[in-house]
């Protein structure tokens, strides 16, 4: 079945690094869009960037441009979240997401399988 499986969160210093995995199974990441969204204590889900499967468009939600970078590796069935000059205010569960397509410009809307999440957290 469609599975999809978050790794890489954890606990890092403002300023610091982090690089978000989402592994692909029961499909192939040929066709599919695959998002990040976020989630923190109290707060609504947010979308945080999208890639798309075939042109590899990528969008991005505005607090985190310039910081944060999306990828994919087809040949592994994954799709990775590279984020630097990490912020207290990122701190969050951070899932990843998929639907069949392009991200669009609706990118942050319309998926149909989720992962369990990862936590990520900023603090020094």
């Given at each position: 079945q469609v599975q999809l499986v978050?790794?890489?969160g954890?606990?890092?210093q403002p300023g610091g690094s982090l690089r978000l995995s989402c592994a692909a199974s029961g499909f192939t990441l040929d066709y599919y869009a695959i998002g990040w969204f976020r989630q923190a204590p109290g707060k609504e889900r947010e979308g945080v960037s999208c890639i798309s499967p075939s042109n590899a468009n990528t969008y991005y939600v505005g607090s985190v441009k310039g910081r944060f970078t999306i990828s994919r590796d087809?040949?592994?069935n994954t799709v990775y979240l590279q984020m630097n000059s990490l912020k207290p205010e990122d701190t969050a569960v951070y899932y990843c997401a998929t639907k069949y397509g392009p991200c669009g410009s609706m990118?942050?809307?319309g998926y149909n399988y989720?992962?369990?999440g990862t936590q990520v957290t900023v603090s020094s």
């Open positions: 978050e790794s890489g954890g606990l890092v087809n040949a592994k990118w942050y809307r989720w992962g369990q």
